[in-house]
Nanobody
Framework: DVQLQASGGGLVHAGGSLRLSCAAS????????IGWFRQAPGKEREGVSS????????YYGDSVKGRFTISSDNAKNTVYLQMNSLKPEDTAVYYC???????????????????WGQGTLVTVSS
């Protein structure tokens, strides 16, 4: 079974940092893209970042460019999202998701992804 386990959320002050982890199992990690999405109360799900494990390409939403960094450890089947300079508007539930790299065209569009983990809550206080 495909499993995605997101972790690392918490409460942080504005300007602080957090690192989220997404541990994956049940599929060939190197053939998949892993994306991070977030959803704040009353808002639509937003694509935050994605990485193609087949070629290493990375993608970022405009609101996080320059502040967030996505990386992948193929040996651990884990993708990380390093979040720096956090702002209150980054507060949301963050989800990781996976899709076969051959099946995705738009890496920050949630409808492209087939498998989803549970969310991890990130709260940034002002």
């Amino acid at each position: 079974d495909v499993q995605l386990q997101a972790s690392g959320g918490g409460l942080v002050h504005a300007g602080g940092s957090l690192r989220l982890s997404c541990a994956a199992s049940g599929f060939i990690f190197e053939h998949y893209a892993i994306g991070w999405f977030r959803q704040a109360p009353g808002k639509e799900r937003e694509g935050v970042s994605s990485i193609s494990n087949s070629d290493g390409s990375t993608y970022y939403g405009d609101s996080v460019k320059g502040r967030f960094t996505i990386s992948s450890d193929n040996a651990k089947n884990t993708v990380y999202l390093q979040m720096n300079s956090l702002k209150p508007e980054d507060t949301a539930v963050y989800y990781c998701a996976a899709v076969d790299d051959d099946d995705v065209d738009y890496y920050l569009q949630s409808y492209q992804y087939d498998y989803w983990g549970q969310g991890t809550l990130v709260t940034v206080s002002s």
